[in-house]
């Protein structure tokens, strides 16, 4: 008489207790997503070349008023970095949950906190390289004429570069597609985009939009731009900029950690 094998133990969906966040394991992940990059040169070109693109051609579309480009083109210096940030990392982030690749990842004796700062890291070296390259286009190549220093223009460009990479990962949670990813962006940045300030002084708005631009991360993004176009020390107002900037992007990040858990249908 055959003896039954012994009942195989169900294998747990759920997944496995996480750790606390380590240096190796975020390393690791950022690795692993600049490596997947490195096999898409559109979007590395997307990265780099647009938004010096944009520079080039603004600049020469007020050839005739030096003056005005001053003035917009510091304030886009931010804006730029920003949007093709959300763009890329909306997308490229939608593609691991969408393929299965976040969901193995969950699995594993890994961190929330590993991945979302990897996912960070990678980006947010992306988005040095990035703000580099605009920042010393404009100042540089395209004469801005800017009263501060342009570290404090880079500084600025890359916090809001890094904001965009927080606002990308925490959106593609709740989109089902690629084309789902890019329809965010009127909802998420074309708002922004509209009350920061860059068409009209904040505080000539009718005043319910100007309170709702006061709690738009965009808004300070550009006032920390125009704090250093026009003075030439650091201002307690661009400290304050500065840090809402950063603070918004950190409270989003942790925003995306809890999306984490969420499953592709």
């Avoid at 890291?121 to 920042?135: D, E, K, N, P």
């Avoid at 002084?201 to 006061?214: F, G, I, N, Q, T």
């Avoid at 006032?223 to 900037?245: Q, S």
């Amino acid at each position: 008489m055959t003896t039954p094998a012994a009942p195989t133990p169900a294998t747990s969906l759920h997944p496995a207790p996480t750790r606390p966040l380590t240096l190796s394991r975020t390393t690791a992940t950022a690795t692993r997503v600049l490596r997947q990059l490195s096999h898409d040169p559109r979007t590395i070109a997307l990265l780099m070349l647009i938004p010096c693109a944009m520079l080039f051609l603004l600049r020469y579309v007020f050839d005739g008023s030096p003056r005005t480009f001053d003035t917009i083109g510091a304030s886009l210096l931010g804006i730029f970095p920003l949007i093709t940030m959300f763009l890329v990392t909306s997308i490229a982030t939608l593609r691991e949950r969408t393929s299965g690749t976040l969901e193995r990842l969950l699995a594993m004796p890994l961190g929330k906190g590993d991945l979302i700062a990897g996912y960070a890291l990678a980006f947010g070296a992306l988005a040095i390289v990035q703000s580099a390259l605009a920042t010393g286009l404009a100042v540089w190549f395209l004469g801005l004429d800017v009263t501060g220093s342009p570290w404090l223009l880079l500084l600025v460009a890359l916090l809001d570069a890094l904001l965009g990479t927080a606002l990308g990962l925490f959106v593609s949670a709740f989109a089902a597609s690629e084309f789902q990813a890019v329809q965010f962006m009127p909802a998420v940045i074309f708002p922004q985009l509209l009350l920061c300030g860059l068409f009209t002084p904040r505080d000539e708005m009718h005043p319910v939009l100007e309170a709702v631009s006061d709690v738009l991360p965009m808004s300070y993004a550009v006032d920390g731009m125009n704090e250093v176009l026009n003075h030439a020390d650091v201002t307690t107002a661009f400290v304050r900029d500065a840090l809402i900037v950063a603070g918004c992007a950190l409270l989003v990040l942790a925003l995306g950690a809890v999306t984490l858990t969420r499953r592709t249908p």
